[in-house]
Structure formats: C-alpha cells, structure tokens
C-alpha cells in the first residue's frame, strides 16, 4: 500500500529539520506527533522503531544575553590627525586614480581605521621617497579613522588596538549611553598591535576577561564593535584556529575566528558563551579589503600582560631569546633524524645574546620550552611572547640525533627577538653543487673561517634555491671546514641533507631531496 503524499511530505519535512539541528531533543515528539496525525485521519498507523541513543545534541548560545552584559562595556574610537603626502602620492581618496601594483593588497601605514588591513607578506611603502625629478616637498593632510574598544576598569581605562590611535592627535571616546569623552593614550605597543587609553569617568561597566587559553577550536564566540561607524554591531561565529601567526614580523599567537570583522572593529573584543572576552579583534586577511571569512584576534592573556606592562611603567619590555628559526618539515626531519617533523630549526644565534650564552647552536632543534612542547616553530616566539627579559628557560633540544636539556635567561629588547625565516622548495635527484674553499680575502670578508663557497648549482640543490655565491656552512648540522666533510654527511644521509647556507650576510636553513 502507497504511503499517503501528506504523510511523505510530514517525514521529509521532519527528516530535513532533524539533519538542519533545529528540531534538536524535540525531533522524537515532533515525529510521534505526525505519526499519531495520520492515524488519526484514517491512514494506517507506522509503528515506530527504536531509534540508537543520538549524541547529546549541543544547544545554541543566547547571543543576545550575551551581548545586553558584554555590550555596555565596548566603546566606540574616532580618532583625527594628519599624515603627510606629496603630490605624487595616492593618498587613497581619489576613486579614479589609476590602479596601484599593491591596491587592494597594501594599505597607507599611516591611517590608524585602514591600517586594520595589514596585509601579508607586502612590505609596508616608505613614505617620502621620490618617484623622479621635480617631487613636491611631502605635506600634512587631515586624517580620521574609527576603531572600537573595551572598558577594563571602572575608573576609564580602555583596551584598543595600536594601530587604532597611532598618528592620532584627538581621541574620542563614545559609550553605549551615547555620552563622549576625550581619551588621553597611555601608551601602545606596535610589536602586539595592543593600545591603553584613559577616559576622565567613573562607575562605568566593565568587560568581563576570560581565559583565552581555555577556548577550544570550532567553541562559538561574537564580536561586538563599530564596523564602518555602524555602533555596537554584532556578529557571530566560531573559533577556526589556535595559535595562529601570522606573517607580519609579529610574535602573536592569533586566535583565528570565521566571525564577520570589517574596519571599525578593529580593537574590540572577542566573546565568548560565557560573556567572557577571550581577544582584540586586529586583523583580516583579505585580498578585496572586506571580510572573507578569516579574523585574526590577539588572546586576552597577552593583552593583559601588555597593558600591565602599559599601566605600571608606561613602556614594554619584549622578551627575546637571539636566534632566527625555521620551520621543521619533513626532509629537515629526515635530515636531522627526527622523529617526525616538529620543532623549531635555530638557523642562526645572535653573538652574545641569550642563546649563544646558553649553547645552542645552528642545527640545533628546539623542541620544548619550560615543558611546552614546540610542534610548530611558530609555537616558540608566541611562547616567549608573555615571558619577560630576565626569565628563566629550560630548552628542550634535539641535537645530533639525541635529546637534550638547555638553560637560557631571556634578554630585552635588543632586536626584533626571533625572527621565524622561509623555507625553499625542494627537487629531487642529486646534490648538484660545485664547491671550493674560500679565500683568505673572502674568509675575511666573511667573517668565517670555514665553509664552501658554491661555483655553480644545478639539479635538486638549485631547485631547493642553493645559488651561485652561497657560502655552505654545514650539513645536516656538522660543520663544513672542506669537501671531503660534505661529502661524508652527504654519503651518510638517507632522503635528503640540510645545508646551512650564508648569503648576503644571512643564515638559513635549506633542505636538498637526495632522491
């Protein structure tokens, strides 16, 4: 007998919100319901059949509770100042203006609400270097800009992002009550993108700080801010990634979100279920220079360590640790005897600084500090990013295919701290390398007195981006003082080699597939 069409279309309706989440714990007596419905109009009766125990079914947050207690503590920035441009410059107003090589990939450094776009992997433009003959001398142009923020304290102090008010010469403070204040900057730190500003208040509401290392990938969280000067808009989605870094020279462990962020949010706070911020909204990556489903917050646990730092001395001490890193893959691995690609490769140690002082050396793989395991070399300088100089470290190391144990005392801020360096594609088949010693003027020159100097490159080692004037310093970790020690760590790798090579006065890493 033919199932009766409204009785189909009952099941599929059911079926449909069961598989969309709506229904969720209801879905049995929705379907009980359209069985005893069709029996009661005379069609014959289904016996329903015992269903397998479903997994507990994950309920949605109140977004809107979330946000009438979180909401009266995030605020709006408008920021005015000046920048100076020349004649020959596109300041970015002009619509018609011809199409720049980096429009839509590189933003002016000097608009604190455009500056939300950092882009990655374009190096920020210099202003004031000529394009040819006759240039203006460059002058001040008015500047304005939006961003958000959160209150922390009752008494006015105010979390935001760096770039939201640097070059700012007015700071306006807007709360959900519509009053406005004049915001004095306490200080900012580029290096994090992190900014305290003060507001002349009292008894105002105070964002609650959570715990942004308890946050779990795929957990629900919601933005609130001022994207493009519409206050307290709301958006909503999910934690996509932990520790994400980005490569902008920044040491942050992003957490990245598939929340809708577009300029003007930039400095306010990332939520979570608990009406807890567990981040500041910093940066999207984007090719368009809207949303694209990739937000980038800074965690709450760093922002509050900077402020901190802000707040009691008016400046902040980076910890670092003087070494350039790379990332572990699996020739380097094979190379090193890993046991699978984790860690952080040193390619270099800065002279006198931390590292060297603890005796770490290129070649060496990091692969604990105090107890944290290093997966990723990413993982290293977001580590030592909360740490402060002075602070004790205990390097887990792989060495010469054994494991063992370093102490290091973090240094200040000397340099840009550690610097995470690129990898080089890999070939396949033979080395490829002519090679000579160098001469006594270049040994000089140098400052090493050891190494190959490469005449030419061919096959793999070209193809791994070897060229013509590397110095190769070591292999697989030993150091090469002549042919014949290149040959022998070469005779006795596997997959593939590791060189450490020196150009232009910079050390990296780079793996060579032996085919």
């Given at each position: 007998m033919s199932v009766p069409s409204f009785q189909l279309g009952s099941r599929k309706l059911v079926a449909a919100l069961l598989t969309a989440g709506v229904l969720g714990g209801v879905g049995a007596s929705a379907l009980q319901h359209v069985q005893w419905s069709a029996h009661a109009q005379g069609a014959p009766a289904v016996v329903a059949q015992a269903a397998p125990a479903?997994?507990?079914m994950v309920s949605l947050p109140n977004f809107s509770t979330i946000t009438q207690q979180a909401g009266p503590a995030v605020v709006n920035i408008s920021v005015r100042g000046t920048r100076k441009v020349s004649d020959d410059e596109d300041d970015g107003d002009d619509a018609d203006a011809a199409p720049s090589a980096n429009r839509g990939q590189q933003i002016d450094p000097n608009d604190p609400m455009l500056q939300f776009f950092r882009q990655f992997g374009f190096g920020v433009p210099q202003q004031g270097m000529p394009r040819g003959f006759g240039r203006q001398v460059p002058q001040e142009v008015p500047m304005a800009g939006e961003g958000s923020g959160f209150i922390i304290s009752p008494d006015g102090t105010i979390l935001t992002n760096a770039h939201v008010v640097k070059g700012a010469k007015t700071v306006t403070v807007k709360l959900t009550d519509r009053r406005e204040f004049k915001a004095k900057v306490l200080g900012s730190d580029p290096k994090t993108?992190?900014?305290?500003?003060?507001?002349?208040?009292?008894?105002l509401p105070v964002a609650k700080i959570g715990d942004s290392k308890a946050i779990q990938q795929g957990e629900w969280v919601l933005a609130i801010g001022s994207p493009f000067g519409f206050e307290n808009s709301v958006t909503a989605g999910v934690v996509s990634a932990k520790g994400r870094a980005l490569p902008d020279d920044s040491s942050?462990?992003?957490i990245q979100t598939d929340v809708a962020i577009n300029p003007g949010n930039s400095g306010g706070p990332l939520i979570n279920a608990r009406g807890e911020v567990v981040g500041i909204n910093s940066q999207i990556y984007s090719k368009s220079g809207g949303y694209q489903g990739l937000s980038f917050a800074i965690p709450i646990d760093l922002a509050v360590n900077i402020k901190d730092q802000i707040v009691s001395h008016g400046k902040v001490d980076h910890a670092r640790l003087g070494v350039v890193i790379q990332e572990v893959n699996q020739a380097f691995?094979?190379?090193?005897?890993?046991?699978k690609p984790e860690g952080?490769?040193?390619a270099s140690v800065e002279k006198g600084g931390p590292a060297d002082k603890a005796g770490l050396q290129p070649g060496?793989?990091?692969t604990g500090y105090n107890g944290?395991?290093?997966?990723?070399?990413?993982?290293?300088p977001a580590a030592i990013a909360t740490a402060r100089p002075g602070t004790q470290a205990e390097l887990q190391v792989w060495r010469g295919g054994k494991a063992t144990i370093l102490q290091a005392t973090l240094g200040g801020n000397v340099s840009k701290g550690e610097q995470v360096a690129g990898n080089e594609k890999v070939g396949k088949g033979k080395l490829g390398l002519a090679l000579r010693e160098l001469t006594p003027q270049e040994k000089q020159a140098s400052g090493s007195q050891q190494g190959l100097i490469v005449e030419q490159a061919a096959g793999p080692a070209a193809l791994a981006g070897v060229q013509p004037g590397d110095v190769v310093l070591s292999v697989n970790g030993a150091a090469v003082k002549g042919i014949e020690d290149l040959r022998k760590q070469v005779a006795q790798s596997d997959k593939s080699v590791a060189l450490l090579i020196e150009r232009n006065g910079q050390k990296i890493f780079v793996p060579v597939q032996l085919g």
């Amino acid at each position: 007998m033919s199932v009766p069409s409204f009785q189909l279309g009952s099941r599929k309706l059911v079926a449909a919100l069961l598989t969309a989440g709506v229904l969720g714990g209801v879905g049995a007596s929705a379907l009980q319901h359209v069985q005893w419905s069709a029996h009661a109009q005379g069609a014959p009766a289904v016996v329903a059949q015992a269903a397998p125990a479903a997994a507990p079914m994950v309920s949605l947050p109140n977004f809107s509770t979330i946000t009438q207690q979180a909401g009266p503590a995030v605020v709006n920035i408008s920021v005015r100042g000046t920048r100076k441009v020349s004649d020959d410059e596109d300041d970015g107003d002009d619509a018609d203006a011809a199409p720049s090589a980096n429009r839509g990939q590189q933003i002016d450094p000097n608009d604190p609400m455009l500056q939300f776009f950092r882009q990655f992997g374009f190096g920020v433009p210099q202003q004031g270097m000529p394009r040819g003959f006759g240039r203006q001398v460059p002058q001040e142009v008015p500047m304005a800009g939006e961003g958000s923020g959160f209150i922390i304290s009752p008494d006015g102090t105010i979390l935001t992002n760096a770039h939201v008010v640097k070059g700012a010469k007015t700071v306006t403070v807007k709360l959900t009550d519509r009053r406005e204040f004049k915001a004095k900057v306490l200080g900012s730190d580029p290096k994090t993108d992190i900014a305290v500003i003060k507001i002349d208040a009292k008894d105002l509401p105070v964002a609650k700080i959570g715990d942004s290392k308890a946050i779990q990938q795929g957990e629900w969280v919601l933005a609130i801010g001022s994207p493009f000067g519409f206050e307290n808009s709301v958006t909503a989605g999910v934690v996509s990634a932990k520790g994400r870094a980005l490569p902008d020279d920044s040491s942050v462990p992003f957490i990245q979100t598939d929340v809708a962020i577009n300029p003007g949010n930039s400095g306010g706070p990332l939520i979570n279920a608990r009406g807890e911020v567990v981040g500041i909204n910093s940066q999207i990556y984007s090719k368009s220079g809207g949303y694209q489903g990739l937000s980038f917050a800074i965690p709450i646990d760093l922002a509050v360590n900077i402020k901190d730092q802000i707040v009691s001395h008016g400046k902040v001490d980076h910890a670092r640790l003087g070494v350039v890193i790379q990332e572990v893959n699996q020739a380097f691995a094979d190379s090193f005897k890993l046991p699978k690609p984790e860690g952080a490769l040193v390619a270099s140690v800065e002279k006198g600084g931390p590292a060297d002082k603890a005796g770490l050396q290129p070649g060496d793989v990091i692969t604990g500090y105090n107890g944290q395991a290093i997966v990723s070399s990413n993982d290293l300088p977001a580590a030592i990013a909360t740490a402060r100089p002075g602070t004790q470290a205990e390097l887990q190391v792989w060495r010469g295919g054994k494991a063992t144990i370093l102490q290091a005392t973090l240094g200040g801020n000397v340099s840009k701290g550690e610097q995470v360096a690129g990898n080089e594609k890999v070939g396949k088949g033979k080395l490829g390398l002519a090679l000579r010693e160098l001469t006594p003027q270049e040994k000089q020159a140098s400052g090493s007195q050891q190494g190959l100097i490469v005449e030419q490159a061919a096959g793999p080692a070209a193809l791994a981006g070897v060229q013509p004037g590397d110095v190769v310093l070591s292999v697989n970790g030993a150091a090469v003082k002549g042919i014949e020690d290149l040959r022998k760590q070469v005779a006795q790798s596997d997959k593939s080699v590791a060189l450490l090579i020196e150009r232009n006065g910079q050390k990296i890493f780079v793996p060579v597939q032996l085919g």
